[in-house]
C-alpha cells in the first residue's frame, strides 16, 4: 500500500490539484494521475459534452441569425444592383445630351445681324384658305353651326426633373381630353421642339403657325399651358361673341395701357383665328424670341418698360404686351377678355372650391366657377417653383378632382374629397341607365342650346 | 483507500465544483441565448437585429462618404420648401372615407340584370338623331378606352411613359376621328387590378349608347401603324374582337391564345352578357386565388398566380364555345395587339421596306409592352430593354404624325427632330404623302342642301 501510494502520489505530483505536467510524465494523459481506464471515460465525457454544446450552439445560431438571412443578404444585393441600375438609365433618359445625335456640340451660330423669321412671308393666307375650303366641302372649318377648334398644348421632350412633374402633366392631359371630347374639340400634343431658336416658353409661336397652316380646316387655334385646368365642364367659349375679332386672349385694358403692368394679360389660354391677319400677328411678335444675346437685350427693354417686370430674358407674355402697347392698331381685332376666366390665377381661386359646390354650379366660367384654373408659378415639371410646393401640388389635386367629379356625374360617382383619388357612389345602378343619360350627360345640354332641331 | 479519497478530497472537491461551476455558468448562457432569440430583448433587441445592425455599420461605413455629402447639399437649400425634390409626395393625398365592405354573402354582380338592352338603346338613338352610332357610311363611333392609377407611379419615369403613350393615342384618334376616356378611377374596389376595365366597360356602353364600339386599349400599348384604319366592315356579324389565334384558344387552351390588352367590343345585350360571364373569376381575395389554380391546371404553359382577365376569357371561350364562339372574331391579319419582343428591333428594316397603313408584321398597327410594367418597380424584362424600346416604338409613331408637318425624329432613340422639308410660303400645294393631314376616315358626311 505505502509503496503504491507513494507512487502514485509522486506520479500524481500533477493529479492533486497542481499544475499538470502532462507530457513529460504521462506521455501526453491528460490527467496523469488518474487510472487509464478512468481516463478514457473522462474523455469521452468531454467530448460528449463539447459536441452537446457544439450542437446547441449551432441550434441556437440557427434559430436567430438564420441561414436564410445570409442568404438574405445576396438578395439585398442583387436588389440594390437593379435600383442602381435604374437609376443610371434614369439619368440617362432625364439628360438631355443624344449619343446618337452628331449636331448636339454643333450649335448654330445666330447671326444678329439677319432678323429671324418664322417662315417665308405669306400674304394671300385669307384666299388660299377660302379656296381650299371651298375644293374641299368635307372638311368644313363649321360643323353644325359651331367654329372648328383645335386645342393646343404640349410639354418639354425629356421626363420632368421631378417625377410629380410628369404625373402632374398626365392628369392635367386627362383633364383637357375630358373637356375637349364634351366639347367636340380636337387636341394636338406637342412633345417635339420645332425650332431651335424659339425654345421655352416662345416654342408655342412656331407650332401655332405651323398647325394654322396645315390646317384650314380649322377656324380657331385655341392654346393652353400644360399647368392650365378646366375646372368648369359645362361652360362654352361664346364664339359669337368674337365674330370680329382674331385674337382673344384673357387680360383687363386698364392694367394694360394705363398701368403697363407686364401681367395685364396672361398668355397662357388664348385664341387665335386662322387668317393672315394672324400670321402678321405672329411675325410680329416673334422677333424678341431667339435665344441668346437677342432675348436677354428684349428682356432688358421689356423690364424698362412695364411695370412690375422682374429682370430676366424676353417672355412671349411681356413681348405681347409690350408690342399691343407700341403698336396700338394691333387692338382693332384684339379681344381682352374677362367676363369669364379663360384663364384664371390659381391662388384666389382653390381654397373657395367647397364654397363653389355649396353656393354654384357648373356652366358660369366666372369667379363664381372658373372656366379655367392656372397654375402660374408652380412649374411642377421643374426642379423650384416660385410657390411652396405642397400648396402648388394640392391645389392642382383639389382643382382636378373638382373637375374629375363633373366628368364623373355622369356615372354616378364623385370623389371622396378634393385630395382623394378614391371615389364614392353618389347614384345607386339601375336597369335603365339611360334616363340617367338624358338627364347628366353634359353634351346634352351644349348641342340642345345650339341646335335648332329639337322637337 | 478511503484515506486517500479523504486526502485528495479538498482539491477535489474544488475541482468539481468548478466543473459543476463551468456546466452551470454554460446552461445558464445558452438558455439566456435561445430565451433571447425567441421572446426577445426590449432594449438589447433580438440577435437578428444585431446582424441586421452590424451589417447595416459595416454598409454604412463603406457608403458613409456619399451619403453624408448629399445630405448636407440638401440641408444647404435656402428655398427648401419651394423645391420639388425635397417634397414627398404621399404627404398629397388623402384618404377620407372608408372602403365599403361587400356584403360576404351575397355573389359579385357588375351591376343589375338588363335585358332589352338593344331595345331601350334603339329608341334612345331614334330620339337622339344628333348623336348617331355611325358618323360615316361604314364607320361607326369608337369611344377608345384607356387609363391608368390616379397615384403617382412607383418608378420615377413611369408617368413620363404614360403622358408619351397617351399623346401617341391622341395622334391616332384625331387622324381617326375616335374618342378618348382616360379612367384613373377605380370604380370597384374588388375588381382591382386587371379586372377593373370589366365595372367600367360595363359602366361606360351604358352611359354612352351613342358608341357602337368601345375599344379598350392598355396603357403600355402604342400605336405604331398611324394609316392602318380598322376593317370595320369586316366584323358585322361579330360583337368581340380581339388578336388571337382559334388553334391557339379552342385546340391547345393556350392561355396566351388571345390577348385582352387590346380588343373591341360592341355597345349590345351579348356584350353585357358575356361582361357579366368574364367577371365571376375577378373579386379579389380567395375567389381570385381558387380561380388561379383552375385556370393553371386548365390552360397551357400558365404560370402559378391569381386570375387574370386574360386567362378567364381563354377559358370562358373553350368551355362555353357554343355560347359565345359565332360572335366572337379571333382577328390575326393584322396586330390590333403586336407583342412586343419581335416587332422593336426590326423598325428601321420595316421603314426601309414598307410604309404605314398594313397594320401587320410588316408595319404594327399596335406595338404592346406586355410585361414590361413601367409604371411599376419591376417587371419580366430587363428595365433597359423595356424603356429604350418604348422611346423606340414612341418615336416610329411620331414620325408619321411629325412628317404631316414636315420635321422627322433624328434617329429612333432621340428625342429631337430636324425638318425634312423646308418652310414655303404656299403650304397648301404641299404633297401629303401618307394622306393623313386630311384623310379619308375622317371626311364630314357633305349634305346635300
Known amino acids: ?455 | 483507500m478511503l484515506e486517500r479519497c479523504l486526502e485528495a478530497r479538498p482539491v477535489r472537491q474544488i475541482h468539481r465544483a468548478l466543473r459543476h461551476g463551468k456546466v452551470a455558468l454554460l446552461c445558464l448562457f445558452v438558455t439566456i441565448i435561445v430565451l433571447r432569440s425567441t421572446i426577445g430583448a426590449e432594449k438589447s433587441g433580438t440577435p437578428e437585429q444585431d446582424f441586421d445592425e452590424i451589417r447595416d455599420h459595416l454598409h454604412f461605413r463603406r457608403r458613409a462618404e456619399p451619403r453624408r455629402v448629399l445630405e448636407e447639399a440638401q440641408t444647404t437649400d435656402a428655398t427648401n420648401i419651394n423645391n420639388y425634390n425635397t417634397f414627398d409626395p404621399s404627404k398629397l393625398m388623402v384618404d377620407e372615407e372608408e372602403d365599403e365592405k361587400p356584403d360576404p354573402n351575397k355573389p359579385y354582380s357588375l351591376g343589375p340584370k338588363i335585358s332589352g338592352w338593344d331595345e331601350q338603346r334603339a329608341n334612345w338613338l331614334e330620339k337622339n338623331p344628333d348623336f348617331p352610332n355611325f358618323i360615316g357610311p361604314n364607320k361607326p363611333r369608337v369611344l377608345l378606352v384607356t387609363g391608368s392609377s390616379p397615384k403617382p407611379c412607383e418608378n420615377p419615369v413611369g408617368d413620363h411613359y404614360l403622358v408619351k403613350s397617351i399623346k401617341n393615342k391622341i395622334d391616332y384618334c384625331r387622324l381617326h376621328g375616335i374618342e378618348i376616356f382616360y379612367n384613373m378611377a377605380l370604380l370597384d374596389a374588388e375588381m382591382a387590378g386587371f379586372w377593373a376595365k370589366l365595372p367600367l366597360i360595363r359602366k361606360l356602353l351604358l352611359s354612352h349608347p351613342e358608341v357602337e364600339f368601345l375599344w379598350w386599349m392598355d396603357s403600355d400599348a402604342m400605336f405604331t401603324d398611324m394609316a392602318f384604319e380598322v376593317p370595320w366592315q369586316r366584323y358585322k356579324d361579330h360583337n368581340f374582337v380581339m388578336h388571337g389565334w382559334n388553334e391557339m384558344v379552342y385546340d391547345q387552351k393556350n392561355w396566351i391564345g388571345l390577348n385582352t390588352g387590346s380588343f373591341l367590343l360592341r355597345n349590345c345585350q351579348w356584350s353585357l352578357d358575356i361582361l357579366d360571364a368574364w367577371a365571376p373569376m375577378g373579386p379579389k381575395g380567395k375567389i381570385r386565388t381558387e380561380a388561379g389554380k383552375i385556370l393553371t391546371r386548365e390552360l397551357k404553359d400558365r404560370p402559378v398566380f391569381e386570375a387574370d382577365d386574360q386567362s378567364a376569357m381563354v377559358y370562358l371561350l373553350v368551355t362555353q364555345r357554343d355560347k359565345w364562339g359565332d360572335k366572337v372574331y379571333l382577328e390575326s391579319a393584322y396586330y390590333l395587339h403586336g407583342y412586343w419582343g419581335i416587332l422593336v428591333d426590326r423598325y428601321e428594316e420595316m421603314i426601309e421596306n414598307y410604309h404605314p397603313g398594313l397594320g401587320d408584321h410588316r408595319w404594327p398597327l399596335v406595338t404592346h409592352f406586355v410585361g414590361c410594367k413601367p409604371c411599376g418597380k419591376f417587371g419580366d424584362y430587363p428595365v433597359e430593354r423595356c424603356l429604350k424600346q418604348m422611346d423606340r416604338a414612341f418615336n416610329f409613331g411620331d414620325n408619321q404624325i411629325l412628317q404631316i408637318y414636315g420635321f422627322t425624329h433624328k434617329s429612333l432613340a432621340s428625342r429631337r427632330v430636324k425638318r425634312t422639308r423646308n418652310e414655303t410660303d404656299n403650304p397648301l400645294e404641299v404633297k401629303d404623302e401618307l394622306g393623313l393631314l386630311h384623310p379619308a376616315f375622317k371626311a364630314v358626311k357633305v349634305s346635300s342642301s
Open chain 1, 1 to 455: 500500500m505505502g509503496q503504491e501510494g507513494f507512487t502514485a502520489i509522486k506520479r500524481g505530483g500533477a493529479g492533486g490539484g497542481s499544475i499538470p505536467t502532462t507530457n513529460r510524465l504521462s506521455g501526453g494523459r491528460a490527467f496523469p494521475g488518474i487510472p487509464r481506464g478512468r481516463q478514457i471515460h473522462k474523455t469521452f465525457n468531454n467530448l460528449k459534452i463539447t459536441i452537446l454544446c457544439g450542437f446547441v450552439t449551432i441550434l441556437v445560431l440557427r434559430g436567430t441569425i438564420g441561414v436564410g438571412n445570409l442568404g438574405g443578404s445576396d438578395a439585398e444585393a442583387e436588389n440594390q444592383n437593379l435600383i442602381e441600375e435604374t437609376n443610371r438609365i434614369l439619368a440617362e433618359i432625364r439628360s438631355d445630351g443624344d449619343p446618337s445625335d452628331p449636331d448636339d456640340t454643333a450649335e448654330v451660330e445666330i447671326n444678329p445681324n439677319v432678323t429671324y423669321t418664322l417662315g417665308p412671308k405669306i400674304s394671300n393666307w385669307d384666299e388660299e384658305r377660302k379656296a381650299w375650303l371651298d375644293r374641299n366641302p368635307e372638311f368644313p372649318n363649321y360643323i353644325n353651326g359651331k367654329a372648328r377648334i383645335l386645342l393646343v398644348t404640349g410639354s418639354p421632350p425629356n421626363p420632368c426633373d421631378n417625377p410629380i412633374g410628369d404625373h402632374y402633366l398626365l392628369k392635367a392631359i386627362k383633364n383637357k381630353i375630358d373637356y375637349c371630347r364634351i366639347h367636340g374639340i380636337e387636341i394636338v400634343y406637342n412633345l417635339a421642339h420645332l425650332d431651335k431658336e424659339l425654345a421655352g416658353y416662345w416654342a408655342k409661336l412656331p407650332l401655332i403657325r405651323r398647325l394654322m397652316l396645315s390646317h384650314p380646316e380649322v377656324e380657331w387655334i385655341w392654346w393652353m399651358d400644360s399647368d392650365a385646368l378646366f375646372t368648369d365642364m359645362v361652360f362654352e367659349i361664346p364664339l359669337s361673341k368674337y365674330n370680329d375679332y382674331n385674337f382673344v386672349v384673357h387680360g383687363y385694358p386698364d392694367l394694360m395701357f394705363e398701368q403697363k403692368s407686364w401681367i395685364a394679360l396672361n398668355t397662357g389660354s388664348f385664341l387665335f383665328r386662322n387668317c393672315q391677319w394672324s400670321l402678321d400677328l405672329l411675325d410680329d411678335w416673334a422677333p424678341m424670341g431667339p435665344k441668346g444675346p437677342i432675348r436677354d437685350e428684349a428682356g432688358k427693354i421689356l423690364t424698362a418698360n412695364l411695370k412690375g417686370r422682374p429682370a430676366f430674358e424676353a417672355d412671349d407674355q411681356s413681348a405681347l404686351i409690350y408690342l399691343l402697347i407700341s403698336k396700338k392698331e394691333w387692338m382693332n381685332k384684339v379681344f381682352l377678355e374677362n367676363s369669364y376666366y379663360l384663364h384664371g390665377y390659381w391662388a384666389g381661386l382653390v381654397d373657395r372650391y367647397e364654397e363653389m359646390m355649396e353656393k354654384y354650379h357648373p356652366g358660369l366660367g366666372d369667379e363664381r366657377w372658373p372656366f379655367v384654373t392656372h397654375f402660374v408659378g408652380c412649374k411642377p415639371c421643374g426642379s423650384y417653383g416660385d410657390y411652396p410646393v405642397e400648396r402648388c401640388l394640392k391645389s392642382m389635386e383639389r382643382a382636378f378632382n373638382f373637375a374629375d367629379n363633373q366628368v364623373l356625374k355622369l356615372y354616378g360617382f364623385r370623389h371622396r374629397g378634393l385630395l382623394s383619388p378614391k371615389i364614392k357612389r353618389i347614384r345607386n345602378e339601375t336597369a335603365t341607365p339611360l334616363e340617367f343619360v338624358d338627364q347628366f350627360d353634359i353634351r346634352r345640354s351644349v348641342v340642345g342650346g345650339t341646335d335648332s332641331k329639337s322637337p
